[in-house]
């Protein structure tokens, strides 16, 4: 398949989300679907589907719609699920053990290692299975155990020495919940953080917009 | 100030982004700021940057760029941070009880009043100075101190019984934990879904990509 390499960041952002469309339309039992089903399940429009896969080649046959399951298999080839990463937790605080409980790492095509915290009523546990070490021993596991990434749920005030310690240990990619903005060199490692107050106030605005629109209607 | 009321999603998910950037400008002392800088700080193009916020009507000056302060404050009304929203958190597992102690609801312009549960360990209690409450008394309490949100973070299990309780309440917007996409009626309530997945594959995607250059490079 010939790749288009230059791709925008908002197509990479919605290849997640087709992924995961894909995949609940295959457990659903769904074989085909047209563009314009598809993008009306993900509020896109027909044409703005058809824009997206077209920068990672031709999906798809004119009039017959998309196979659910070979482009479900296309685009998680395309987002690496395949490629083995692997991941390791540092911090084990409420947010990092629900993460590590409740999160389906491996139906994103990562392997969960090892967590790591310095609370001594943790350190030498299991959350869900997954071991859990002091965090003076980082190093030294992720030379024996490469990791992909690092996920960072530690307290603000140490977060960027763990960040740090995460790439100077050669991991490529950090996924920070800190909600602190990490300073890394982007040459040597990706980070990708989740800021929840994103998502609220998103939620925040449509809901205002509803109520203007609800308050100029009763007017 | 006149709104173009049709704003694409992109924009709205990149305005929050906007109000999270010029906050932290306003922090830094940052009294003024040129759309390639701010431009630059956020990954996007000076012509993008002008082109959002024209959707909201003029801001800045040709050649003086933007007033950090008050840029920020108008995102902030679009965004609806003044509108007094408040927030109930259904379920008080770790990922409920994360969020409860450290997302800084006040901040974005939300009261957290209260939450709810059925573990008679927790239902009594306080987290972080927030009061849980028996989830079977949820609608005589929403009778009384209306919500305008519904943080769901109860087990998939009861994602969809919840999600219609907190609908027939009456809340404007369910902001979604629980990785089921509940079934609601769109013209009664705003769900906003927060998927984890979509940021991990995000990542897994831009470190594939970086793989295969340095695998190409290294040929």
């Not at 010939?2 to 039992?29: C, D, F, H, T």
């Not at 997954?130 to 980082?138: F, G, K």
Request: proline share 3%; charged share 20%; net charge neutral.
């Amino acid at each position: 398949m010939k790749r288009n390499v230059k791709v925008s960041s908002a197509v990479i952002r919605r290849l997640p989300r087709y992924y995961r469309q894909l995949s609940e339309l295959q457990e659903a039992g769904t074989i085909r679907i047209s563009s314009s089903a598809l993008g009306k399940s993900m509020g896109l429009t027909a044409s703005q589907i058809r824009q997206d896969l077209f920068c990672f080649g031709e999906f798809g046959q004119q009039g017959y719609g998309y196979k659910v399951d070979s482009l479900r298999e296309e685009i998680g080839e395309i987002l690496g699920i395949s490629r083995g990463h692997t991941v390791v937790v540092l911090g084990t605080g409420n947010l990092g053990r629900a993460i590590i409980e409740n999160f389906r790492f491996s139906s994103n095509g990562f392997r969960l290692l090892a967590a790591f915290d310095i609370d001594p009523h943790v350190v030498g546990t299991r959350i869900a299975g997954v071991p859990v070490y002091h965090a003076d021993t980082l190093e030294s596991f992720l030379q024996k155990n490469p990791a992909s990434v690092g996920l960072l749920t530690v307290p603000i005030a140490a977060a960027q020495e763990m960040g740090d310690r995460l790439v100077s240990t050669g991991v490529k990619g950090i996924w920070n919940f800190t909600n602190y903005e990490i300073a890394v060199d982007p040459e040597r490692v990706v980070v990708e953080s989740v800021h929840f107050s994103d998502s609220l106030l998103a939620l925040s605005y449509m809901i205002s917009q509803r109520e203007e629109r609800e308050g100029e209607e009763s007017v």
